[in-house]
């Protein structure tokens, strides 16, 4: 019982030390070349720290286990002119032991912090260098605690508007155009790049391209208030003809209800208070203070990456948003039960 507790905490420790390598929200598993040249950054620090800790171990040792000149009956702790002094010809002299604290303590870690100054400008250089004019351009505002997607007209078609999510086309650079309502949030897809502040009364831009396909989570990674750790949101990168498809549904206007229990739902939204806060693109609901909902069914979660997009999630979602995130803006509005399940089935309908 003991040892298997023991290989327990060993098990513990080493998934803790390596949670951070790989999978869906990581700086070490690249997915673009943003990410890349900052791994590759990270790589340089962490192979430096490891030179500097072991030559400062290998030093300690030497010091601790090196042969001493006899020093017995003249001092316990002799000093570097009584060391001098011994016969041994390659014995620390006090010149010999100032320049080894000169260039050990100063012209050493000066010259590693240069190397590490150059890698690092070089990195900055790359990462902020200018996209194609033709990329996409996308503005995304922080709110507390969701964010809030608008993609910018372009060639291949008009401007759109979603939440939470954003889809780009693999191996295409997209302009993120970052900014903030309310307070300091932070962007950060670790798959693709570093994180970016988004600061109210200004913008910030970073260049994101996904080299291939996939789903990359991303969180606020500044401090905003008691639901930081709930606002998350994905980066799903498709082939280009898929993200094409995908930019045309959403384009497009808000599916019409296709029976009768999507339309009690649709009467529901308009009725209840949802289009007082939400926008459907085709309807009257046309507000902007919450996330649009015109294609809110095609989405992968609900409330900023909190619960999977799921019909039973969304029912627990409408029926008390507090419960499920306290502190979020969107009130329970004490539907009853008939009115809430129109509703999922409106809004899981909005493809
Ligand atoms: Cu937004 Cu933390």
């Not at 513990?12 to 900052?38: E, H, K, M």
């Not at 964010?147 to 780009?168: Q, S």
Request: aromatic share 8%; glycine share 8%; hydrophobic share 50%.
């Amino acid at each position: 019982m003991h040892q298997r507790a023991h290989i327990d905490r060993r098990w513990l420790f080493a998934s803790v030390l390596l949670a951070g390598c790989t999978g869906a929200q990581s700086a070490l598993d690249t997915r673009g070349p943003n990410a890349a040249s900052i791994a590759t950054l990270w790589w340089v620090m962490f192979g430096l720290a490891v030179f500097v800790l072991a030559a400062f171990f290998l030093l300690i040792g030497w010091a601790l286990f090196r042969r001493r000149p006899d020093t017995q009956g003249v001092d316990a702790q002799p000093h570097l002119d009584d060391v001098a002094r011994a016969d041994d010809p390659g014995a620390l002299t006090a010149a010999r032991a100032r320049r080894l604290v000169a260039w050990g303590g100063a012209g050493v870690p000066a010259a590693l912090l240069f190397v590490l100054l150059v890698c690092s400008v070089v990195v900055s250089r790359q990462v902020s260098a200018p996209p194609p004019a033709d990329a996409l351009v996308i503005d995304v505002t922080g709110h507390q605690y969701w964010w809030d997607v608008r993609y910018a007209a372009h060639d291949a078609g008009p401007a759109f508007r979603t939440a939470n999510e954003i889809r780009l086309p693999v191996g295409q650079p997209a302009v993120i155009r970052l900014h903030s309502l309310d307070v300091i949030h932070s962007f950060w897809i670790p798959n693709l790049h570093g994180k970016l502040d988004m600061i109210p009364g200004r913008e910030n831009r970073l260049v994101l391209q996904a080299d291939s396909a996939g789903v990359f989570r991303g969180q606020c990674a500044e401090y905003c208030g008691v639901q930081h750790a709930n606002m998350a949101l994905h980066v799903v990168a498709l082939p280009a003809a898929d993200f094409e498809s995908w930019r045309e549904a959403q384009v497009a206007p808000a599916r019409v209800p296709a029976d009768s229990l999507q339309r009690a739902g649709e009467r529901a939204f308009m009725e209840t208070g949802c289009a007082v806060c939400h926008a459907v693109r085709g309807t009257e609901a046309r507000a902007e203070t919450g996330p649009d909902l015109t294609h809110f069914g095609s989405r992968l979660s609900i409330a900023a990456g909190t619960l999977p997009n799921r019909p039973g999630h969304l029912g627990g979602w409408i029926t008390d948003p507090q419960r499920i995130k306290p502190g979020n803006l969107m009130p329970a509005l004490r539907l009853d039960g008939s009115a809430v399940v129109a509703l999922v089935a409106y809004l899981e309908s909005l493809q």
